[in-house]
């Protein structure tokens, strides 16, 4: 009896604790790392609202752009991360906060460090509807600094508009690259609405051209200084000591060293067009050329202004000389980001009025 | 029954389910025994022989006439020994003692003889019968709760004839008190919402009883009812229990999670000193679920898994320790501990995808009591018995955004404590700091999460921006004095000072900050320090079968709350007072026990209708409102006739009458030509009138049964302008619009019909065929209680919920059953004896609709109104999902474009979402919910 009493017993409390509880309901996982398109290019983004600026994670186990929202209340342009390959966005960075509930915030033109910080661009307006924003009534615009894991927790660099040693007005900032973990450089802009073609019914055209190189640097004595000999630059790159770049309405890509101040032309695509977006890694250098691109003096700013609807992209081996271009068609693309392992890269393209991101490999 | 004759009847005392019967003094710890003791031979009384409640440190001297009476005996079993000189003494064992009834007790000795004997007589009173007691009790040991399917103190008493769930006899909740050995607990911050804090392992208790009329003018602070739990001393060798039960073993939807510890211990320290100490820990993964219809859109992950909410999990513990100490033969101290955590997350349909932005709740209270009782010694019938108690209550409630959802480590137990964002802000109560936007609540968007992934109904990313948090203490010292004077007459005196500290505070869209264009309210908080005090006089007389009982108690409370209103209008508040008689008669006409009673009760007011604040009231809807803090008592009168009897000597029949006028009554009226805005008054009345019937047959041969009928009215009388509004106007669209004066309608908790049936079986030990050396059937015990209740009201609005149809409450809920079962097997351990069980709740899974939507009378809204949602939704957000947006889903992409767009790829996905939401979980009751258990008795 009590032998029986004793297993059943132990039988008893060894089935009741070592039965597991059924699980309670879980969200599904409706994530995905293939993208939706696979061929060459491969395109990433299929939303009708604008995708664009993209960059890459550090050690290239993301995409981090900006997302157009139409789907939100306040249409903010927010960050999202989507895998290396395209899929489905792991991460979205918006400005919830409930004061920005009743505004349209965008975050821009990202740049991350090798030590996970991220630069970018914020800014406030008022809410106006998509596909209608208009960026020139912005509350605020500035540039700003933030840990990657919390972005909104950020260090306003420079606040927009500011004017630049030399005089000269910025509205905005692109091409964001980090030197080291104290300095930036990055293009200063005009980023506005302006009449391209004056005359009576002229229609306002919202314009972003850079207007110079800026060299920035942080913390509570940071300064900023325009680089000597980038006026109307379009575009910089930085690596092994020297800061590339391009210029409006130039076809050449300059190299300057970043210890003794020397400026190099290291390629010109000649008759091509013009060049932007120049990336360099190691031997290779990859840039937009030629396309949709002009470059017009506009009287009412009384200068330059490149407009850039996409070009070609040229992957130039320095050390060979040889010049593949690696778009086919009429595709036309801007914007890129080239991955940390150069063997591929991320670029804007039109797709009817708004940008898409499309991968294409680097031989 | 109870004298030495009836000895030999074996009633085990789970015979006695709940026993409803009248008490002297209702709602104490202690009973009395009382008889008389005779010479068996000549059949004279024995006058000076002295009877001793061994272990109770009671005794006292019979009178000339033989008699004698021992007053506050503790509630528990006893052996009681007569002794005279010369005479054999009787030891009686066994003896039953309930709270607040009278052991008739005779002894005849055995004056030839000098040896002591000692009889196997188990003992219990006819609490039925007795004719001096007046006030209603209906009573569950701590045997029922082991025997029957009920878990709690809470359930136990709610099987109680005229009880639904808390409310009692047609009255709202927190018309109520709990008596704790004697000492009045309750939250007086927010008892008619927020609960009362504490919960007594039932493990501990000698019993628990409801007292809804009559009850003593000891004890005040209700006007519907007393809870009286009596806990038990530590015994004079060690013993306990130890129980498992849980629901892994079984199948699917009958797994809610549920793992319950129970752990009780008690027995002697040192000298006279003895320790009872328990444990009761509970967790569950769905700690309340719901029976409600699985969703049919097989997409739905609950379709797979109805029963099991997410981010609805709950922990329970609560801790007891008790110390008794004996000093000398008329002192015992004794100091008692009761510490009980609530930690609840909290399921909400809105955030059912992102559950982690839900809100959360933890409740704690505590309460430490010293407990000093002096036993003068009974001489010729005199006796004086003091109790002093001091207490300290402190209760701790607070509701919110977790700042981390802890992970779950053992079924629901997390074992941690969950902390709140904002938390320091509302302890600080920190109005000025909560201005600004509380750091860390982020606002809620529309969640990608969902099976659906459109941008409608479900929200994440942030949480209501919901901080309530409120702390109440209270110290409480309480004097009571029992003077007996001879067998027939009985004086009760004392009284109480309980001084109080009530903070709270409160934010609401705590994610924005005060004001804006959200108008956003600002931060409400309070701390004042009430003080209350009350003194009572009771006084019973007895001749043979008549008992009169009469008392008088007068309360008095002072909130002293100086709110910031208060103080800009030059209001004073001043206290506030009350003085309430009690009469009851009692005596036997033809065999049956009748008793006549009439008393008038009141409480204070909860202290949250003092503040600012915004809170639901019973009975209306929910706004912002200002506080009161000139409000006064809540009162009833209670009328009530009772007949009692027993048709054959194991059953009994009580048939009861009442009539119970609730006066002043807490409501929230206009405030100023604000529609939103309304204050506190006490403007309500109301009117409870009812019958119960109650039949019982004692477990005897094997079974037995309990049958109790409720049948009642509850009304509420209201003066309330947001009422009388809504009424009938004379000369309508004129100028000269008249409206009445006053509306009746039903109460809340006015449920017409209400039947409880408790069956009980036992096998006995040595039934049935041999199986193994085992019987197979032997020692089976099984309990069933079968309910059905007719609906409760509800009050229905228009669609926009700003407009009542009808009369408040009008409308009534569909009819509720439900079937529990509990089945018991007994086993051995290393010669400890135990069981096996299995308990059952909702057995027949009935799915009882206990709310509904107001706008429609429904559990949910009709498959147009869904397709309206639904609509709606998609027009506010039409824009394509593209395949990189989380909320894509393929199987939404009917033409493969890799795009969900269009109102053939969206619309679908909008109604499914809009079904999905609109699921009126809560609307329907608990699921059958089973458990099985283990349990040793050492």
Redesign the interface.
Known sequence: ??R???A??LA??G???A??????????D??TDS???PGEPTR??????NDRDPAWLPDGSGILYTRER???ADKDWCF?V?PPR????TR?I?N????A??STDTFERASVSSDGRLAYLRSSGPTVGWPNLQFDAHRYRELAAAPLAAPLEAQVIVSLPATLPGGRLILGASQIRWLDSISLVYRGDFDGWVCLVPGPNCAQTHVITGLGLVYQTLGAAGSKLQLPGTDFASSVAVGAGYIYYTLGGDSRVYARSTTTGVTTTIWDFGAAGIARDVQVLGRKLIAVVGGNVSFTFIAALGYPVQVDNGGRIHVVDLLTGTDVVLSAGPRLFRHLALAPSGASLVAESFSGSATDLYLLGVP | MSGAGTGTVRLRALAALVLCAAAPLAAQTGGAISGTVRDSLRGTPVHGAEVIVVGAQRSALTDTAGGYRIREVRSGRYRVLARAIGCGPILHDNVVVPAGATVLLNFRLDCSAVEVRGLEVRTTPDIVLDPTVTATVQRITADDLRHLPVTTIEEAVALSAGAVGESYRGGRVGQQSFIIDGLGVKNQLDQSTGGLGVRVPPDVLTEAALVTNGFSARYGQAISGLINVVTKDGGERWDGRLA??????FP?SW?M?LDRLVLEADGPLVGRVRFLGAVDATGR??ADPVNAPPPADTLD??SR?PS??????GEQVDLTAKLTIAIGAHHTLRLFGLHSVDQRLLFEPLF??DDRFAPARRLRGDLVSGHWQYAGVSGAGASLVTDLRVAYFDRDFIRGSLAEVPTRRF?GFTGRTFHFIGEDIARAQDTAAARA?IPGL??P?LSD?T?W?V?AFFEG??GRGELAWNHFRELRTQLDLDVGSGREVDFYLGGEVIRQRVETFQRALG???VG??AAVPPATASSFTPVSAAAYGEMQLRWEDLAFTMGLRYDRFDSREESARATLEGLTVQPKQTVSPRLGVSSVLKGATVVVSWGRFSQAPDFQYLVDAAFDDTVRTGRFRAGNPALGFERSSQYEFSVRARPTPITSLRVNAYVKHLEGLVASVPFGLNPDSSIFGNTDYGNVQGGEIIFERELVGGWGARIAYTLQSATATATNAFQLFQRIRIAPGGQDTIRPARVEFPLDYDRRHGVTVILQGRVADSAGPRL???RAIGGWEAAAIVRWASGLPYSRTNPTGDTLLGLPNSWRLPDQSTVDLLVRRP?????LS?S?YFDARNLLNTRNIIAVRRDNGQPGIDGAAVDSAAAIAYRA?P???????????SWADLNGD??VSGPDELLPLYVAAARDYYQPLFAYGPPRVVR?G?E?IF
């Open positions: 009896m009590r029986a009493g004793v059943t017993l008893m409390l089935t009741l604790v039965c597991r509880h059924g699980e309670v309901l879980r969200v599904s409706y994530g993208p939706f398109f990433l983004t299929l939303s009708l609202a139409p789907d939100r999202a989507m395209g899929g489905r966005i979205e918006c919830d906060a409930a004061p509930a009743d | 498992y039960e849980n629901d892994r073993p699917g797994d999670g993964l769905d992950p609950r898994r099991l909410l997410p981010h609805n999990s059912k995808y079924g936007a982020d606002p968007q999460r099976p992934g941008p990313g942030g994610y924005q900050p804006g264009k193994l050396g085992l086993i051995s351990l290393l010669g135990g096996v957000h824009e394509p999902i593209p395949y990189e947006s989380p909320r894509y889903r890799g795009s099985f283990v040793v």
